[in-house]
């Protein structure tokens, strides 16, 4: 037995010793290691520094920590750490700092003060399942080397003065502004700001104008979500370089676009003006309003757009004539089957449009075939005739009826379709022969046609 251990031992040494003849990577220069390390996840980059004191203090000097009280076993560990890694007496650089907060947002200040000291790029900071919204320190809003700013549940209340002279890329979600004189001047504090994403909830009625002004922004999107008793008074977009707008938007009474819109940019509209009638009455309350927005937005070549824009500018035609939507080729919209006549409506104002994506909702009764029979050749829109050529339909909801219906009018009205995509839902296979089957029956005003069915996937 005696000898047995030696012989555990002696090879135990000699393992130890070759893996020290061996562990070239430490010979590695500093940078060098500190880059191999900036690509592990925390917890593996301190595994990894075990291997060597040299490599366990290496890694307090990485360029990018992601920093989660998630991954520590208490409170106090959390903050340790932050304290070690974010001490503002180091000189290295630190380019991304991520912080996820759960509890305790005491030490914020202190990290973010260094990080900007230390000449932070990246910062994304979200501070979950607190009371209160953390207060960020005003070194936040004039750090000199600011590239990407992400913000998820914070107070800006120290934003009194802005210059952030470096950041493109900002995405605030659930935050807090004392006053909207706050936001305005955050974005147009940032002269070469490219990328704008505002996520907000309204808890009260307080009356919230959201003015956008950049001369650089290209790409915004706005998410305003509505909560009860809550109101906003609108949304003002002054961005001349604008390629790529999305709005999710059901709250604001008005929305204002001050620069149209330019042809190659990217339109995904989902907003119902704050109605929830939609007939002539209530929409002539707002009919100047939503002329401007419609002819602002009138140049796009690709736009998605909610049912109930669609209702809105459909009911606002009659009320005064639809701008010409010449440039677009592109139109992905929400319907319900009930909705025919007002899309067919809309794409009057579409005569070049070459491909059409519809997504269908409702019951295989809101399109009696006596309503279909009764759409008059006054609804044909010209794209139909001259330059509609793709069509993708999404059936999230079995409908076997309404769908046929719709598709039936579609193959037989659209004279150069080329493709017609059909997105089915969770059909037997009984139910999809026999939904081929009757395809196959229907008359195709276009020759060279041809049908795709596939199942629904969920994006």
């Given at each position: 037995?005696?000898?047995?251990?030696?012989?555990?031992?002696?090879?135990?040494?000699?393992?130890?010793?070759?893996?020290?003849?061996?562990?070239?990577?430490?010979?590695?220069?500093?940078?060098?290691?500190?880059?191999?390390?900036?690509?592990?996840?925390?917890?593996?980059?301190?595994?990894?520094?075990?291997?060597?004191?040299?490599?366990?203090?290496?890694?307090?000097?990485?360029?990018?920590?992601?920093?989660?009280?998630?991954?520590?076993?208490?409170?106090?560990?959390?903050?340790?750490?932050?304290?070690?890694?974010?001490?503002?007496?180091?000189?290295?650089?630190?380019?991304?700092?991520?912080?996820?907060?759960?509890?305790?947002?005491?030490?914020?200040?202190?990290?973010?003060?260094?990080?900007?000291?230390?000449?932070?790029?990246?910062?994304?900071?979200?501070?979950?399942?607190?009371?209160?919204?953390?207060?960020?320190?005003?070194?936040?809003?004039?750090?000199?080397?600011?590239?990407?700013?992400?913000?998820?549940?914070?107070?800006?209340?120290?934003?009194?003065?802005?210059?952030?002279?470096?950041?493109?890329?900002?995405?605030?979600?659930?935050?807090?502004?004392?006053?909207?004189?706050?936001?305005?001047?955050?974005?147009?504090?940032?002269?070469?700001?490219?990328?704008?994403?505002?996520?907000?909830?309204?808890?009260?009625?307080?009356?919230?104008?959201?003015?956008?002004?950049?001369?650089?922004?290209?790409?915004?999107?706005i998410n305003i979500r509505k909560c009860r008793y809550s109101s906003c008074s609108g949304v003002v977009i002054d961005a001349p370089l604008l390629r790529f707008l999305s709005i999710n938007d059901d709250l604001s009474e008005s929305l204002v676009v001050i620069n149209k819109m330019?042809?190659?940019?990217?339109?995904?509209?989902?907003?119902?003006?704050?109605?929830?009638?939609?007939?002539?009455?209530?929409?002539?309350?707002?009919?100047?309003?939503?002329?401007?927005?419609?002819?602002?937005?009138?140049?796009?070549?690709?736009?998605?757009?909610?049912?109930d824009t669609v209702k809105v500018i459909c009911q606002y035609s009659t009320l005064g004539s639809l701008p010409q939507f010449g440039n677009m080729s592109r139109l992905s919209a929400a319907i319900r089957y009930s909705d025919l006549k007002e899309l067919l409506t809309f794409l009057?104002?579409?005569?070049?449009?070459?491909?059409?994506?519809?997504?269908?909702?409702?019951?295989?009764?809101?399109?009696?075939?006596?309503?279909?029979?009764?759409?008059?050749?006054?609804?044909?829109?010209?794209?139909?005739?001259?330059?509609?050529?793709?069509?993708?339909?999404?059936?999230?909801?079995?409908?076997?009826?309404?769908?046929?219906?719709?598709?039936?009018?579609?193959?037989e009205n659209t004279t150069i379709l080329k493709e017609l995509t059909l997105r089915l839902p969770n059909y037997s296979i009984r139910e999809k022969s026999t939904f081929k089957e009757e395809l196959h029956r229907m008359t195709r005003c276009s020759s060279e046609c041809d049908v795709?069915?596939?199942?629904?996937?969920?994006?």
């Amino acid at each position: 037995m005696v000898e047995r251990e030696k012989e555990i031992q002696a090879t135990s040494e000699g393992l130890s010793q070759r893996l020290k003849e061996e562990d070239r990577i430490s010979q590695l220069p500093d940078p060098l290691i500190c880059h191999i390390l900036s690509h592990l996840a925390l917890k593996e980059a301190v595994k990894t520094s075990v291997i060597s004191t040299r490599w366990r203090s290496l890694w307090l000097w990485l360029p990018s920590l992601e920093l989660a009280w998630s991954k520590f076993p208490n409170s106090n560990a959390f903050m340790s750490f932050g304290d070690t890694f974010l001490d503002s007496n180091r000189v290295s650089r630190i380019d991304n700092l991520n912080v996820t907060i759960d509890n305790d947002a005491s030490h914020l200040t202190s990290w973010i003060d260094a990080a900007v000291k230390r000449k932070v790029q990246h910062l994304d900071l979200c501070c979950r399942r607190l009371n209160r919204y953390p207060e960020l320190p005003a070194s936040t809003y004039t750090c000199e080397t600011l590239v990407s700013l992400k913000l998820d549940r914070a107070d800006l209340a120290n934003a009194k003065f802005v210059f952030l002279p470096c950041l493109k890329t900002l995405h605030l979600e659930s935050i807090s502004y004392p006053n909207e004189a706050i936001f305005e001047r955050l974005v147009s504090s940032c002269p070469v700001l490219e990328e704008l994403v505002m996520v907000t909830s309204v808890f009260d009625d307080n009356a919230i104008h959201f003015r956008v002004f950049s001369r650089s922004l290209k790409k915004l999107k706005i998410n305003i979500r509505k909560c009860r008793y809550s109101s906003c008074s609108g949304v003002v977009i002054d961005a001349p370089l604008l390629r790529f707008l999305s709005i999710n938007d059901d709250l604001s009474e008005s929305l204002v676009v001050i620069n149209k819109m330019h042809p190659d940019a990217k339109l995904d509209i989902s907003t119902s003006f704050d109605f929830t009638v939609f007939d002539e009455e209530t929409i002539s309350l707002k009919r100047n309003s939503i002329h401007g927005f419609v002819s602002q937005i009138s140049n796009v070549k690709d736009m998605k757009i909610s049912r109930d824009t669609v209702k809105v500018i459909c009911q606002y035609s009659t009320l005064g004539s639809l701008p010409q939507f010449g440039n677009m080729s592109r139109l992905s919209a929400a319907i319900r089957y009930s909705d025919l006549k007002e899309l067919l409506t809309f794409l009057t104002s579409c005569p070049n449009l070459k491909s059409l994506i519809l997504v269908c909702f409702g019951t295989y009764d809101e399109m009696p075939f006596e309503e279909m029979n009764q759409i008059s050749l006054s609804y044909m829109p010209e794209c139909l005739l001259s330059s509609l050529e793709f069509i993708d339909f999404k059936f999230p909801i079995r409908g076997y009826d309404a769908q046929l219906k719709i598709i039936r009018y579609f193959l037989e009205n659209t004279t150069i379709l080329k493709e017609l995509t059909l997105r089915l839902p969770n059909y037997s296979i009984r139910e999809k022969s026999t939904f081929k089957e009757e395809l196959h029956r229907m008359t195709r005003c276009s020759s060279e046609c041809d049908v795709v069915v596939l199942d629904l996937v969920f994006e």
